[in-house]
């Protein structure tokens, strides 16, 4: 359907040099500033953010990539840097976030609902980078299967994705609507 990529938010107020990566959230600079959004024990997004630390300090994708994270949050907590809040609009707002690690899709729609007040940008990290996929499927005892066709048909048309895209999302036809001219500009600029 679609996916996200896990990046950073950054409160421009209290962060005057953006991460480039996960590496740089060690940084003495950032002592007090990084949170996730939700708690990793019931947060999806939350678990692959810390996926996403251990793939990014070399560990490969799956429980090597788990361990890592784990010990990537133990030490960032170490060193004074992890903030044990679950980050969202209103804790960047507050400063009690400056650092977000979140759903690329989120971060920018936290950055619009923000408005401005504090300033914030969005980082892909360098290195590897980890999606979140997002499926549909239509059960096989759906009491009205066909009405579930009907839906998977509007998802994944062009007016169904561009909903998608128009909420920051990497669509599955994303690339093969761009080259077809369907997403409008004004969802390609944001």
Not at 25 to 34: D, F
Not at 87 to 107: E, F
């Amino acid at each position: 359907d679609y996916y996200g990529v896990m990046s950073f938010l950054v409160n421009k107020d209290l962060v005057k040099t953006s991460p480039k990566d996960w590496a740089d959230l060690m940084k003495p600079e950032y002592a007090g500033q990084v949170a996730l959004a939700g708690d990793p024990r019931a947060s999806n997004q939350a678990i692959l953010g810390v996926l996403a630390a251990g793939m990014a300090s070399g560990a490969k994708a799956g429980k090597d990539a788990g361990e890592a994270g784990l010990k990537y949050f133990a030490d960032l907590n170490k060193a004074g840097n992890f903030v044990p809040v679950s980050a969202k609009s209103g804790t960047i707002a507050q400063g009690q976030t400056p650092v977000v690690a979140a759903w690329d899709y989120n971060l920018l729609a936290w950055r619009d609902s923000l408005a401005g007040n504090p300033p914030v940008e969005v980082v892909i990290p360098e290195g590897p980078v980890l999606a979140g996929v997002y499926v549909q499927a239509i059960s096989a005892y759906a009491p009205h299967p066909n009405a579930g066709k009907l839906w998977m048909e509007h998802l994944f048309s062009d007016e169904g994705q561009n909903g998608y895209v128009k909420g920051y999302c990497h669509t599955a036809r994303f690339n093969s609507m761009v080259a077809a001219g369907k997403v409008p500009q004004e969802l390609l600029d944001a």
